[in-house]
């Protein structure tokens, strides 16, 4: 299995951001493949509860085949909504919690079959031996092919890695979130050859106008005369220049950015450059 240099999230595709309909959906899909993003995030609380099944609604309406689709999604939050009634937005990673959300999830794509399956986010009440046995039982059954985990820190890491070593951990990372750069975070995934998704590979930029911001403009429109391509693509080219191999999970719901998004990483961003970025985002010099 290979993941797409990038890859599409659909957090923001239905009620949470875009409200796209249908069509549009389905047109944001056949975009996204044929620039060779096929590749496609999901969770199952997206749009509370709602997002998957809009996005398996289109899908099976495109043009797009399954095989040809990779789908990532993630369970082990409860988020309280009509369709989850909680009183406290909580944590699950039972084995009745992780099997039943991957069924609902299996319905609302409209497919057998993940690619790859995360635990969403670690919980401090997770017993890593029945989360790993409960993986383990769904890949031997065929309904999962991969599995992994998000937002999981080095000793989180260390601890699951006690039964088996998980496949993938998609992490916040970006120009405005370097700290798994320093916190051992990268250095851990290569060690122990677990693939890195960043998501929110913009960081702060498009979304808040802060000093970070301010350091960032000029040394980005310096560099955008340079490597003759988009803000969003050199963003995306700091992260691909990290030998972590960090593959970017995008959040946009325009058809045009994420074809030219596609191609970032053959920007062939300078090592001097990388660090000028750096050093915009830091406020300072490296040491
Ligand atoms: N594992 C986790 O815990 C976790 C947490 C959060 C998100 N995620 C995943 O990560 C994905 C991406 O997250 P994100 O949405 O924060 O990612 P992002 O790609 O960093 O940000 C996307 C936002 O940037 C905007 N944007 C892009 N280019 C722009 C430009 N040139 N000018 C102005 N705005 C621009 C997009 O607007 P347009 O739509 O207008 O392009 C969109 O609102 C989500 O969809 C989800 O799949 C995972």
Redesign the pocket.
């Known amino acids: 299995m290979k993941l797409s240099p990038i ?7 239905g009620a949470w ?2 409200k796209l309909s249908a069509r549009q959906i389905a047109d944001l899909i056949e975009s996204a493949v044929e620039a060779g993003v096929h590749t496609f ?3 199952d609380i ?1 749009g509370g509860y709602t997002t998957e099944q809009d996005f398996g609604t289109a899908f099976a309406a495109s043009q797009v085949e399954r095989e040809e689709a990779i789908f ?1 999604t ?1 369970c082990g939050i409860r988020y309280p909504s009509p369709e989850s009634p909680h009183a406290v937005k909580h944590y699950d990673y039972s084995k009745e919690h992780i099997r039943r959300s991957l069924e609902n999830s299996l319905r609302h794509l409209k497919t057998d079959y993940i690619d790859v399956f ?1 635990l ?2 670690p919980s401090p009440l997770l017993d890593p031996k029945e989360a790993v046995e409960t993986l383990e039982k769904l890949k031997a059954q065929g309904k999962i092919r991969h599995w992994g985990v ?2 999981f820190t080095v000793s989180q890491l260390h601890l699951i890695g006690q039964e088996i070593t998980p496949e993938w951990n ?3 990372c ?1 120009i405005t979130h370097t700290a798994p750069l320093l916190d051992g975070t990268l250095d851990h995934h290569q060690t122990h050859g677990i693939g890195t ?7 702060s ?3 808040s106008q802060d000093e970070v911001r301010g350091r960032l403009e000029p040394v980005i429109q310096r560099l955008l005369k340079k490597y003759d391509c ?3 693509c050199l ?1 995306l080219a700091w992260l691909h220049r990290h030998p972590a191999r960090i593959i ?7 058809g045009d ?2 074809q030219s ?1 596609a191609s970032a990483h053959e920007i062939p961003l300078e090592q001097e450059d990388w660090f000028a970025l750096t050093e915009a985002s830091w406020g300072h010099k490296v040491p």
């Open positions: 890859i599409a999230g659909t957090m923001n595709w951001g875009a995030d999901h969770a997206y990532i993630k995360l969403h986010r998000s937002n998609q992490i916040a970006s998704m960043a998501w929110s590979p913009l960081g930029y498009f979304k988009t803000t969003e963003l970017p999970v995008v959040g946009t719901t325009r950015r994420l998004m």
